[in-house]
């Protein structure tokens, strides 16, 4: 293994969280109480864009398959191409909520929702694209720090604490339809089964 060590002009601020989109790496650095994206050119270990945000950044999502950069701060969450635009570009898409999100995952395959979570509640939400509310997930018993969708976008887990929840998107694909339907199928067959066992012995 090759370690490689980089050194940048703002090496005195601490670097709170970092993402990978080759050839470049999108640090999130702690300037200005969390406030500011930078994206570093690691050929030429130059900053080639920076983006900073009214208020603290609580997350930041690098999603693979969509390309796509998911920020939140205040009340905001950004959707940022991870291949940086020209300087003073503005963002693209950019949804104000009704509440302060602490995280949030895009769809990787649908790319048509997003799920969030808010360490002003116990709950994990379900937006479309758009912002509009889909579905409200309850089951935490403190604020939710984090949520992430799946590689496949079947499933999404979302962490509060020292606990964690998997949930299926039922609305998802026809495959996860298929699935729930043949498992209820198996479930009743189950039971109609112990039924006919149970009058039978008696």
Not at 17 to 34: D, M, R
Not at 145 to 172: I, M, Q, T, W
Request: proline share 6%; charged share 20%; with cysteine.
């Amino acid at each position: 293994m090759v370690r490689r060590e980089y050194r940048c002009q703002w090496r005195r601020r601490r670097v709170y969280q970092v993402g990978f989109c080759l050839p470049l790496a999108i640090f999130l650095v702690a300037e200005w109480l969390f406030r500011v994206m930078r994206w570093w050119d690691q050929r030429t270990c130059k900053v080639i864009r920076k983006i900073s945000f009214d208020k603290p950044i609580t997350s930041m999502e690098l999603s693979s398959p969509t390309q796509r950069l998911v920020v939140t701060s205040g009340n905001t969450v950004a959707f940022i191409p991870a291949q940086p635009a020209e300087i003073g570009t503005p963002i693209p898409h950019t949804l104000n909520l009704p509440y302060a999100p602490s995280s949030a995952s895009v769809h990787p395959i649908w790319q048509d929702r997003f799920i969030t979570g808010s360490t002003s509640d116990e709950w994990v939400r379900v937006h479309g694209i758009n912002g509009e509310e889909k579905e409200v997930f309850k089951g935490h018993h403190g604020p939710v720090h984090c949520v992430e969708y799946s590689p496949d976008g079947e499933v999404y887990a979302s962490g509060s604490g020292a606990f964690k929840h998997v949930h299926n998107d039922r609305s998802l694909s026809a495959k996860g339809v298929l699935s729930y339907f043949l498992f209820s199928l198996f479930y009743i067959f189950i039971i109609l089964q112990r039924m006919v066992c149970t009058f039978l012995s008696v």
